[in-house]
């Protein structure tokens, strides 16, 4: 079966999150089952000091008045034989973000989609591979599916899958935007419009052939209101054909007994020593005095909204004032909740250290050197850096939502399996109780180091998640 994603990321030739990490990883546990799986995804100006090759022929993009010329330059992800399709179009890619700068979204982000989905079209006259399968992933290669729908080839069949990582980014545009993508002009009524406003997301859900979204909980979750960010009755109307799977991560790639940023390698079968190792060292990386007695949680995350970081910022006073605990924050986005860190770091500085940026190098520290790690989204599609976290040693504190509900198996429930902790309502108290329950485990040696050992040997290989995505292409393909 071959098949074609298509994505505006893959690590690590561009990246901004866990998506970039998908198209990075999930397509080699592909090939390993002998599925042809290639990728499909625009030239910005962050890939262009890679190797490539180009195609000779140019092709024309640009809905029906075809003005723009593109090409595809061809590359390997990186320690892997997969090939990276790069769409070509200085106009549309060559710029310092990828869907954004610092005035905001790119006004022009529907045509940027459009000619990504519509270049999909053009892989088998340009490249002589067929895709069977087009894989979109989000809303910038949603389209594909109609692109897809609105050609008939006269040849065998083939199928869209839609994934959806994040329900929350849709891909707004006008009337005007979508009669620019040349596709039929009554695709506008039955997928794109939504309340007079362009939908990119939408149009994908309606014309995929299956869906999938990134954990079972999220794929029940995003047909409700409360999560459905306005999308809930178009998931419910193709509820029979949409399903979840879980993210893997990529193991090699996050293996802390042979990572170079850590100051010890960590055992899983027996981490204290390279556990304690890791601590010492980002504590004195932090500039926070060394107290192994003391538990040490960390947080690494983009800090907005989705993540819940402005509970803990609610109760971090609480926590400094009637407890030891130490933290460590890595994170970056809104300057309300950066500011708000840096102030407690200020104030407390034996206590809490806050880096703001993002540094993998760093991040991976933290997975290792701390023992428990904070995530209180409030809807959490999948979610890697608790299985980052839980690789490396560091038990999870997170919300009982999407895939955070399906990789934390909560003491106190499950306790032969337990390997992190859940709260439920998204409320500082709620956060406060449980990161309570934590300190009180972490000074329970023999249960913590328990629970640390059935985090650090969660499994979370993507081996079972590709097999799923190929019954999901079969099932595709097959029309039923
Ligand atoms: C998005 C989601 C995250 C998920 C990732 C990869 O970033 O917010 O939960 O893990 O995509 O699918």
Known sequence: MNILFVSPEVSPLVRTGGLGDVVGSLPIALKNLNLDVRILCPLHRCCKTRDVTYFEDTFQIGGRKRLLH???????????EVPVYFLENDFLYDRPGIYADNQGDYRDNPSRVFGLCESAMFIESITGWRPDVFHAHDWMAAPVCAFLNARDTGKGKQASVLTIHNLEHQGKGTYEDFVGSGLPPDYWGSSFDRFGEMNLLKSGIQHADKITTVSPTYAQEIRTEEF???????????GADLVGILNGIDQDSWNPQFDNSLASPIDPQDPSAGKKACKIDLLREMNLPIQSEVPLFGVVSRLYKQKGLDLLLEILSALLNETKAQFVILGSGSKTEENAFLNIAKEFPDRLAAFIGFDDALARRIFAGTDFFIMPSRFEPCGLAQQYAMR???????????????????VGKSQNSANGFLFERSEPEALLEVINKAIHLFHNRKLYAEVQKNALNFPCSWECAAEEYREVYSWALSGS
């Open 70 to 80: 593109a090409k595809l330059a061809e590359t390997r992800l990186p320690e892997s």
């Open 228 to 238: 459905g960010h306005g999308l809930e009755e178009s998931l419910k109307y193709r």
């Open 392 to 410: 490396y040693g560091s038990v999870p504190i997170c919300r009982k939502t999407g895939g955070l509900a399906d990789t934390v198996q909560p």
